[in-house]
């Protein structure tokens, strides 16, 4: 075998070592996200019907506290906050996996004029709902759980859904409108929007 042959054999050989450990390590990281609960529309509904009158003091708390033209998206985790976005004076302040006791949690409350009294509140009342996030707007969106790669959502609004709202929420994918003012959403997970699992758009 001359020496071209064995240098592309090697080379051939040293790219299906890469390969193999790459898929390796692909499968442990694809095993971590899928090992958490999968939930279901069902059991989104089925949340919202338990915990309604919750889920309506959660909204009713967050607007009383949130500042105008200030935008914001907090999600609580057991150890850390999760999430704690802040758009205000056109400048957006991106955070992940906060310690609830640093000095950038504690400068994203001062921009709100929160106090941490205030955040412990919304938690509570976010955990007494059985929900875990929420962001400002009309609708607030509500954050119930995450699901393998995605998210659900509850979007509250204002008032009840007049039918042109409900046609563009009600798309048969990320959006399924529910009843009244209370539109599901599934999506905003690893890989952007989706649909809600078992629909085929």
């Given at each position: 075998m001359n020496k071209a042959a064995k240098w592309i054999l090697s080379i051939l050989?040293?790219?299906?070592?890469?390969?193999?450990?790459?898929?390796?390590?692909?499968?442990?990281?694809?095993?971590?996200?899928?090992?958490?609960?999968?939930?279901?529309?069902?059991?989104?509904?089925?949340?919202?019907e338990n915990?309604?009158?919750?889920?309506?003091?959660?909204?009713?708390?967050?607007?009383?506290?949130?500042?105008?033209?200030?935008?914001?998206?907090?999600?609580?985790?057991?150890?850390?906050?999760?999430i704690f976005h802040l758009k205000k004076n056109g400048i957006y302040d991106s955070n992940w996996n906060l310690n609830y006791q640093s000095g950038k949690t504690d400068s994203l409350l001062n921009e709100l004029e929160w106090s941490k009294e205030q955040m412990n509140i919304l938690q509570e009342k976010?955990?007494?709902?059985n929900c875990i996030s929420i962001s400002s707007g009309n609708p607030i969106t509500i954050g119930w759980q995450r699901s393998v790669m995605g998210k659900y959502f509850y979007k509250v609004f204002d008032s009840n859904l007049d039918e042109s709202q409900r046609g563009k929420y009600n798309d048969n994918c990320s959006f399924i409108f529910y009843k009244e003012n209370i539109v599901l959403e599934y999506g905003g997970g690893a890989i952007g929007s989706q649909c809600f699992p078992g629909i085929n758009n």
């Open positions: 050989g040293i790219g299906l070592l890469i390969f193999f450990v790459f898929a390796i390590i692909m499968a442990i990281v694809l095993d971590g996200i899928f090992e958490g609960e999968n939930y279901s529309k069902e059991d989104l509904i089925k949340n919202y915990n309604k009158n919750q889920i309506i003091e959660v909204k009713r708390y967050f607007k009383s506290i949130i500042p105008e033209d200030v935008y914001v998206d907090i999600e609580f985790g057991k150890k850390e906050i999760e976010l955990s007494k709902a």
